[in-house]
């Protein structure tokens, strides 16, 4: 049964959702919405310009938009922008509950910049959620967390996938012990075309040798292009610096150093070259050492784990804000994603 009865929702009494970044993953998530209407998207940018709607986008018109220009500004009715993270901020921040940043993490500064530029620079109080990979970003957010309470906004980082689902599936499956020895991610990406996630890719190649964010910040599209056609599409990933490991520390559940992720990236083929799981080995407290795994489907693709935990960690987060007037930086590994649609019981300015 879908327990999601789209004709019986009420988008008005949804969160007012603005996305930042219409790349893959923000594309993805306008597709999203029309089969798991969580949010009431009202607001689009990219580098391009804006879009607002306080009823609400039309998300078929927009999706095929994007698609066919790959630009915000293609939008009807959009606002042409240098600035468009500044102006929409201008002009809309106060008419929302929520943000997604579907943006690039080039260099690890970018999104805690932009976090710093809402608080000091907006009227924004609701919820902020992104699906952070990098150590040093999270550690970066931490560091607003004063600032976010002060403003009464809620911060949820590190809630796509990894870190994200499988950080948080760490997190219940320590609860079998006393002691947790390690946590190992690993996981398996197929992208048909690295193109439509450009922003991703080149977040991957940072974590190669000789490879880091300032460099690959640099590198041209030709010589992205360059770099996977020396590696035929394969990117092979080994001790990232990837934030599940300062998200389950912050959680209490363990050392950053007992975690390790890595994976494959298929640049050029759909299909997973490997499953994607969670390995949390630790000891009981009658002393037995055991391993717990969680793994997904090959079926499911990096934007439906990624999209889909962000949307339950927004649902997660409209929750504690409605209930509770939560507030400050939280993470994954502290948090329960929750499924169906959560409706907004109070103003946002609490």
């Given amino acids: 049964m879908n327990l999601i009865n789209k004709q019986s929702i009420n988008k008005h009494e949804l969160p007012r959702l603005a996305i930042f970044g219409a790349g893959g993953l923000g594309v993805e998530m306008l597709a999203l919405l029309t089969k798991r209407p969580c949010a009431n998207l009202v607001g689009l940018l990219d580098k391009s310009g804006f879009v607002f709607d306080n009823?609400?986008?039309?998300?078929?018109?927009?999706?095929?938009?994007?698609?066919?220009?790959?630009?915000?500004?293609?939008?009807?009715?959009?606002?042409?922008s240098d600035n468009s993270i500044a102006e929409?901020?201008?002009?809309?921040a106060g008419q929302l509950d929520a943000i997604f940043f579907a943006l690039p993490n080039l260099p690890n500064e970018f999104i805690p910049n932009i976090t710093k530029q809402i608080i000091n620079q907006s009227s924004?109080?609701?919820?902020?959620?992104?699906?952070?990979?990098?150590?040093?970003?999270?550690?970066?957010?931490?560091?607003?967390?004063?600032?976010?309470?002060?403003?009464n906004i809620l911060y949820l980082t590190g809630c796509g996938a990894t870190p994200g689902m499988l950080t948080a599936a760490a997190s219940l499956a320590a609860q079998s012990f006393v002691e947790i020895e390690s946590v190992k991610i690993t996981f398996?990406?197929?992208?048909?075309?690295?193109?439509?996630?450009?922003?991703?890719?080149?977040e991957d190649i940072a974590h190669l040798k000789g490879f880091d964010v300032e460099k690959v910040s640099k590198m041209t599209e030709e010589e992205i292009d360059a770099e996977l056609d020396a590696r035929e599409g394969i990117l092979e990933l080994v001790n990232m610096e990837h934030a599940d490991d300062i998200m389950l520390e912050m959680a209490g559940i363990c050392d950053a150093s007992r975690v390790t992720v890595g994976g494959i990236v298929d640049t050029r083929n759909p299909k997973k070259p490997i499953s994607?799981?969670?390995?949390?080995?630790?000891?009981t407290y009658q002393g037995k050492r055991s391993t717990h795994s969680f793994t997904l489907g090959d079926e499911t693709t990096m934007a439906a784990n990624v999209n889909g935990t962000v949307l339950g960690y927004l649902n997660a987060g409209i929750y504690l804000?409605?209930?509770?007037?939560?507030?400050g930086l939280k993470t994954a590994a502290e948090l329960m994603p929750k499924f169906a649609p959560v409706k907004m019981k109070v103003l946002?300015?609490?």
């Fill in 321 to 327: 804000r409605n209930e509770y007037c939560a507030s």
């Fill in 276 to 283: 994607t799981n969670v390995q949390i080995t630790g000891i």
């Fill in 348 to 350: 946002t300015q609490v």
């Fill in 124 to 151: 924004f109080s609701g919820v902020i959620i992104d699906a952070l990979k990098r150590t040093t970003a999270v550690k970066m957010l931490e560091g607003l967390n004063k600032e976010l309470k002060e403003r």
């Fill in 88 to 92: 929409f901020l201008n002009l809309y």
């Fill in 188 to 202: 398996g990406v197929g992208i048909g075309n690295w193109q439509a996630y450009r922003a991703t890719i080149r």
């Fill in 55 to 80: 009823k609400g986008l039309e998300l078929d018109n927009s999706i095929e938009s994007l698609i066919r220009h790959k630009q915000v500004s293609a939008i009807d009715n959009s606002i042409q």
